[in-house]
């Protein structure tokens, strides 16, 4: 079996890797179609440097996202209980239903924080009550907040 090579990617190849990732590759395919097109290069220890420096500054990028992901998270706890009023029938059921939009809508306006929809997690919602909700901030961190849905 021949060796395999080391080449560092300068664009994003499906079931390699990503651009500046170190791949080690048959040496066929380096020399034959990753090379000629442009989609690798050879490594040198001035280009390794490069890597590490890149993955470094992903590393601290990631770490920083992480903390506003915290701070945002305390924020959101403190301030407790979020309202949302709903037209209400007989027996305390609700006209529809609370959406994900809704809760992010009243957090916006209460806390002054703006939260993606997509990230939240609501239980079904047909009647008035206190529902707990979880929103994704971060994929480490999630927050918890009461939900309180009453009669408008």
């Given amino acids: 079996?021949?060796?395999?090579?080391?080449?560092?990617?300068?664009?994003?190849?499906?079931?390699?890797?990503?651009?500046?990732?170190?791949?080690?590759?048959?040496?066929?395919?380096?020399?034959?179609?990753?090379?000629?097109?442009?989609?690798?290069?050879?490594?040198?220890?001035?280009?390794?440097?490069?890597?590490?420096?890149?993955?470094?500054?992903?590393?601290?990028?990631?770490?920083?996202?992480k903390q506003q992901a915290e701070t945002l998270k305390k924020a959101l706890e403190t301030v407790g209980r979020y309202t949302i009023a709903k037209q209400a029938g007989e027996k305390d059921a609700i006209f529809g239903t609370v959406t994900n939009q809704d809760v992010a809508d009243v957090i916006l306006e209460t806390a002054k924080q703006e939260i993606d929809r997509r990230g939240i997690t609501l239980p079904d919602i047909h009647q008035l009550g206190s529902y707990r909700a979880d929103i994704k901030l971060h994929p480490d961190v999630t927050a918890t907040v009461e939900i309180q849905v009453v009669a408008s």
């Fill in 1 to 65: 079996m021949a060796k395999r090579v080391q080449l560092v990617l300068s664009r994003d190849v499906s079931k390699l890797g990503k651009a500046g990732d170190l791949v080690e590759v048959a040496p066929g395919y380096a020399r034959n179609y990753l090379i000629p097109q442009g989609i690798g290069a050879r490594t040198t220890p001035g280009l390794l440097k490069q890597v590490e420096r890149r993955k470094e500054l992903e590393r601290q990028r990631l770490l920083e996202e």
